[in-house]
């Protein structure tokens, strides 16, 4: 598949040169983007558009909903890593162009490409109760770091892959500690299916802290992102003996936030989303189902936050 980059972001030689070993790409060049060799620099996108049968745009500040627009019109597939910066109807919008020009269309949703769900698949995995914690250390210069988006949304998404149902309630509580904005955020999800999601997000903690537990019938799942493991206790394991140790860990080479990685796992799914004709796993309704879930947190804030004054 012919593929045309727009913008930089993370992107860098290195990541194009391992993107350009993947033999179901073809990277054919970009706008805006990096200068290389054998990586052709088009003058303008609608030059770009004409060469390629999927695009990915790695920089937003690159490019707006126009620009997103006419790739889709032009019956291109498209991937936007980070869309934070498009209204929600314009992204509405976009859905309704993809499904048009019956082109797939994904966001770089990477949390739902850990490894970790592919070790899940081998077990019947229907949560009940949904315990995330992600806490960062304190620092007086991180005034602008978010709990609600650049913390809690992480495992919000986590939390609506795995449940795999709508959500039914959302009720948040926070705290500012130290600033005028949430230090430390609450948030209970109860879905329809029976599940309740509890996540809590720190940005003044003692330590770094990043984990999600998963309990059901007969299995309590157990992930460390930090440290890249996984530990599944269920009563279907091949371990008979119970103990403190007791189940099956995992412990997994990826490192914390390798892009080049998460990136070809993303392309990778995409690819196949796209040459199945399935919807793919991070598509862009389920980005909007994130940020229907994220949107209604910040409304609870506006009246359950506590500011320092």
Known sequence: MRVGIIGTGNFTKSVLNSLQKEDYLTIVGGYESLKAAGFQDFNSLNDLIDAVDMVLVLDLLSCNYDDFSEVLRYSKHLYIESPGLLARRDLSRLE?????????????????FYNFFDDLNKYEVYPRI????????????????????????HDVDVALKLVNSDVRSVYSTAVGVYYKDPDIVHTRIEFYNGCVANLTGSKIADNETHKTEIFQKNLHC???????????????????????????????DQQKDDYTFMLKRELNSFYNSITNNIEPIAGISQYLQLQSVTDKIKEQLERNFTANV
């Open 222 to 252: 157990s992930i460390n992102y930090l440290k890249q493991e996984i530990n599944v206790q269920s009563s279907q394991s091949n371990t008979k003996v119970i103990s403190e140790d007791w189940g099956e860990r995992t412990k997994y």
């Open 130 to 153: 949904i315990e995330s914690k992600r806490n960062v250390k304190f620092n007086s210069k991180s005034t602008q770091l978010s709990v609600v988006d650049d913390l809690m949304s």
């Open 96 to 112: 309704l162009l993809a499904n048009e020009a019956s082109v797939s269309l994904q966001i770089g949703l990477k949390q739902r």
